[in-house]
């Protein structure tokens, strides 16, 4: 059974997180692994409404919303020399990074 790394990133930004897909994939393809990805998964939305004024008119309301953007990435057959060159990777603050084998 071949073995494989599966990267999951999560951030607010999609700029920043297809910049540090990039990074990614580029490290694993020049160790010579073999990559799949980045591959985007759905957006997540949550919607917040706030009440501006909840004594005098309920009427008036605002909403935000938070965006999650989500890539995923599989790395086949990683080597040691892989593995190394992911852990020295300058990743941006604000993007989540889960590693599962």
Known sequence: MPQ???IKLE?????????S???IVDAARRSGARVSGP??????KRLFTVLTSPVIDKN???QFEIRT???LIDIYDPSQE???SLTELKIPAGVT???KR
């Open 4 to 6: 494989r790394i599966r």
């Open 69 to 71: 953007h989500k890539r």
């Open 97 to 99: 990074i889960e590693i």
């Open 21 to 23: 897909a990039r990074k």
């Open 60 to 62: 008036a309301r605002e």
């Open 11 to 19: 951030s607010f930004d999609h700029r920043i997180l297809d910049e």
């Open 39 to 44: 591959v985007p998964l759905p957006v997540h």
């Open 82 to 84: 892989v593995i190394n």
